[in-house]
Protein backbone atom coordinates (compact mmCIF):
# COMPACT_ATOMS: atom_id res chain seq x y z
CA UNK A 1 0.00 0.00 0.00
CA UNK A 2 1.22 3.63 -0.97
CA UNK A 3 2.07 6.19 1.73
CA UNK A 4 -0.62 8.46 0.38
CA UNK A 5 -3.46 5.53 0.91
CA UNK A 6 -1.91 4.42 4.36
CA UNK A 7 -2.33 8.61 5.20
CA UNK A 8 -5.85 8.43 3.63
CA UNK A 9 -7.26 5.61 6.01
CA UNK A 10 -5.40 7.07 8.86
CA UNK A 11 -7.15 10.57 8.32
CA UNK A 12 -10.53 8.68 7.23
CA UNK A 13 -10.19 6.77 10.55
CA UNK A 14 -9.85 10.35 12.47
CA UNK A 15 -12.29 12.07 10.81
CA UNK A 16 -15.17 9.44 11.49
CA UNK A 17 -14.40 9.22 15.22
CA UNK A 18 -14.05 12.48 15.88
CA UNK A 19 -16.28 14.05 13.80
CA UNK A 20 -19.27 11.69 12.69
CA UNK A 21 -19.27 9.65 15.88
CA UNK A 22 -18.22 13.00 18.19
CA UNK A 23 -15.28 11.01 19.72
CA UNK A 24 -12.42 14.10 19.65
CA UNK A 25 -10.09 12.88 22.67
CA UNK A 26 -10.36 9.34 21.30
CA UNK A 27 -9.48 10.30 17.99
CA UNK A 28 -6.61 12.77 18.81
CA UNK A 29 -5.41 9.54 21.42
CA UNK A 30 -5.37 6.69 18.39
CA UNK A 31 -4.03 9.06 15.32
CA UNK A 32 -2.33 12.43 16.24
CA UNK A 33 1.28 12.40 16.33
CA UNK A 34 3.46 14.30 19.65
CA UNK A 35 2.68 17.48 18.50
CA UNK A 36 -0.26 19.34 16.49
CA UNK A 37 0.30 22.46 14.26
CA UNK A 38 -3.12 23.79 14.25
CA UNK A 39 -3.78 27.09 11.04
CA UNK A 40 -7.44 27.40 12.01
CA UNK A 41 -8.13 30.64 12.97
CA UNK A 42 -10.23 29.83 15.85
CA UNK A 43 -8.71 26.68 17.34
CA UNK A 44 -5.08 27.09 19.40
CA UNK A 45 -2.29 24.94 18.72
CA UNK A 46 -2.01 21.62 20.47
CA UNK A 47 -3.74 18.31 21.21
CA UNK A 48 -5.84 19.41 24.33
CA UNK A 49 -6.47 22.57 22.62
CA UNK A 50 -8.25 20.07 19.29
CA UNK A 51 -10.06 18.25 21.96
CA UNK A 52 -11.26 21.06 24.27
CA UNK A 53 -12.43 23.00 21.51
CA UNK A 54 -14.49 20.02 20.00
CA UNK A 55 -15.73 18.56 23.39
CA UNK A 56 -16.90 22.24 24.56
CA UNK A 57 -18.64 23.17 21.49
CA UNK A 58 -22.08 23.35 21.66
CA UNK A 59 -22.82 22.95 17.94
CA UNK A 60 -20.63 19.60 18.57
CA UNK A 61 -22.63 18.42 21.54
CA UNK A 62 -25.82 18.96 19.79
CA UNK A 63 -28.11 16.22 18.46
CA UNK A 64 -28.44 17.50 15.48
CA UNK A 65 -25.03 18.39 14.74
CA UNK A 66 -23.49 16.42 11.68
CA UNK A 67 -20.40 16.77 10.05
CA UNK A 68 -20.38 14.13 6.85
CA UNK A 69 -17.11 13.58 4.96
CA UNK A 70 -17.52 13.66 0.80
CA UNK A 71 -14.33 12.88 -0.33
CA UNK A 72 -10.85 11.86 1.05
CA UNK A 73 -7.62 12.88 -1.40
CA UNK A 74 -4.30 11.91 -0.49
CA UNK A 75 -1.11 13.51 -1.73
CA UNK A 76 2.04 11.65 -0.11
CA UNK A 77 1.96 13.08 3.35
CA UNK A 78 -1.92 15.59 2.86
CA UNK A 79 -4.74 14.74 3.06
CA UNK A 80 -7.48 16.20 1.93
CA UNK A 81 -11.32 16.08 3.23
CA UNK A 82 -14.22 17.70 1.00
CA UNK A 83 -17.00 17.77 3.74
CA UNK A 84 -20.34 19.59 4.76
CA UNK A 85 -21.25 20.50 8.23
CA UNK A 86 -24.54 20.81 9.71
CA UNK A 87 -25.04 22.70 13.07
CA UNK A 88 -28.65 22.09 13.36
CA UNK A 89 -32.15 21.42 12.18
CA UNK A 90 -33.02 23.53 8.92
CA UNK A 91 -29.55 24.74 8.76
CA UNK A 92 -28.52 24.75 5.16
CA UNK A 93 -24.66 24.14 6.29
CA UNK A 94 -21.08 24.40 5.54
CA UNK A 95 -19.15 23.14 2.73
CA UNK A 96 -15.59 22.60 4.42
CA UNK A 97 -12.21 21.29 2.96
CA UNK A 98 -10.06 20.19 5.69
CA UNK A 99 -6.52 19.82 4.79
CA UNK A 100 -4.26 17.32 7.07
CA UNK A 101 -0.27 16.71 7.79
CA UNK A 102 1.01 13.36 8.53
CA UNK A 103 4.21 12.44 9.74
CA UNK A 104 4.83 8.76 10.12
CA UNK A 105 1.22 7.64 10.00
CA UNK A 106 0.04 10.38 12.47
CA UNK A 107 -1.84 13.57 11.77
CA UNK A 108 0.73 16.17 13.07
CA UNK A 109 -0.76 19.96 11.13
CA UNK A 110 -4.13 20.94 10.08
CA UNK A 111 -5.66 23.62 7.81
CA UNK A 112 -9.26 24.23 6.66
CA UNK A 113 -11.52 26.40 4.79
CA UNK A 114 -15.50 26.38 4.46
CA UNK A 115 -18.18 28.58 2.89
CA UNK A 116 -22.23 28.97 3.85
CA UNK A 117 -24.06 26.58 1.33
CA UNK A 118 -26.00 29.20 0.10
CA UNK A 119 -29.51 28.97 -1.57
CA UNK A 120 -29.36 27.06 -4.55
CA UNK A 121 -31.82 29.61 -6.35
CA UNK A 122 -29.03 32.57 -5.59
CA UNK A 123 -25.96 30.08 -7.38
CA UNK A 124 -25.54 31.27 -11.15
CA UNK A 125 -25.11 27.59 -12.29
CA UNK A 126 -26.94 24.45 -12.28
CA UNK A 127 -23.97 22.65 -10.89
CA UNK A 128 -24.25 22.86 -6.71
CA UNK A 129 -21.40 23.47 -4.51
CA UNK A 130 -20.71 20.20 -2.78
Known amino acids: ?8 RVVEQFYDLAFVQKRPREAAARHIGDTYTQH ?15 EGSDAHKSPDYRQRPLRFVADEDHVAVHAT ?3 GKGDR ?9 L ?3 KIVEHWDVGMPIPDPA ?6 GVI
Open 103 to 105: EDG
Open 1 to 8: MSRAETNR
Open 122 to 127: TVPHPN
Open 93 to 101: GIALVDIFR
Open 40 to 54: NAFVPDGIEAFIEHF
Open 85 to 87: IHR
